[in-house]
T-cell receptor
Framework: QKEVEQDPGPLSVPEGAIVSLNCTYS??????FMWYRQYSRKGPELLMY????GNKEDGRFTAQVDKSSKYISLFIRDSQPSDSATYLC????????????FGGGTRLMVKP | SAVISQKPSRDICQRGTSLTIQCQVD?????MFWYRQQPGQSLTLIAT?????????ESGFVIDKFPISRPNLTFSTLTVSNMSPEDSSIYLC??????????FGEGSRLTVL
């Protein structure tokens, strides 16, 4: 079993839909949680950062962390074709950046 | 956040040759890392580039194959040595942001014929 599980998709939604992307993990020591967006032929871009449990909102994006269930989510409201990308979750048990564990990524396609 | 520049952005190389990828960060950072991303796959950590000392390699990666330099706090290089088609991949430079997050360069897409 992988330490971080993420459905690879592809997930196809119509423009304007609410998108839910999820990751589950097994290591209860993880405290730092991130979502990255990666466009085709580009490097990963940090989208959301959350420490410990709770919600964080930034524009159309909301990140949720449920440490009791070892489950994190990224919600995208009013999805746009420009949101079409691969979304990778990542998490760590320290803030040094040297032990980041990535999910496999979910490919999202938003159709106009 | 850190802005990371990598070059080359892509290259096509012949089997048996070596290629050096350069990574420049726009600010001083303590920790820099090199990742590999194979087509359709997630990211695999190759090594931590340590300033002033030898890089720390992950299991499955060795210094003879992937020598790394880190002469200062803003620059690093990764060399892919004696390349084979199996080395065709995207190589990503990253820098730690200080809260546990990483910032990535645009990647260097390597094709080995």
């Amino acid at each position: 079993q992988k330490e971080v599980e993420q459905d690879p998709g592809p997930l196809s939604v119509p423009e304007g839909a609410i998108v839910s992307l999820n990751c589950t993990y097994s290591n209860s020591a993880f405290q730092y949680f991130m979502w990255y967006r990666q466009y085709s032929r580009k490097g990963p871009e940090l989208l959301m950062y959350t420490y410990s449990s709770g919600n964080k909102e930034d524009g159309r994006f909301t990140a949720q962390v449920d440490k009791s269930s070892k489950y994190i989510s990224l919600f995208i409201r009013d999805s746009q074709p420009s949101d079409s990308a691969t979304y990778l979750c990542a998490m760590s048990d320290n803030n040094a950046g040297n032990m980041l564990t990535f999910g496999g990524g979910t490919r999202l396609m938003v159709k106009p | 956040s850190a802005v990371i520049s990598q070059k080359p952005s892509r290259d096509i190389c012949q089997r048996g040759t070596s290629l050096t990828i350069q990574c420049q960060v726009d600010s001083q950072v303590t920790m820099m890392f090199w990742y590999r991303q194979q087509p359709g796959q997630s990211l695999t950590l190759i090594a931590t580039a340590n300033q002033g000392s030898e890089a720390t390699y992950e299991s499955g990666f060795v210094i003879d194959k992937f020598p790394i330099s880190r002469p200062n706090l803003t620059f690093s290089t990764l060399t892919v040595s004696n390349m084979s088609p199996e080395d065709s991949s995207i190589y990503l430079c990253s820098a730690a942001g200080g809260r546990g997050e990483l910032f990535f360069g645009e990647g260097s897409r390597l094709t080995v014929l």
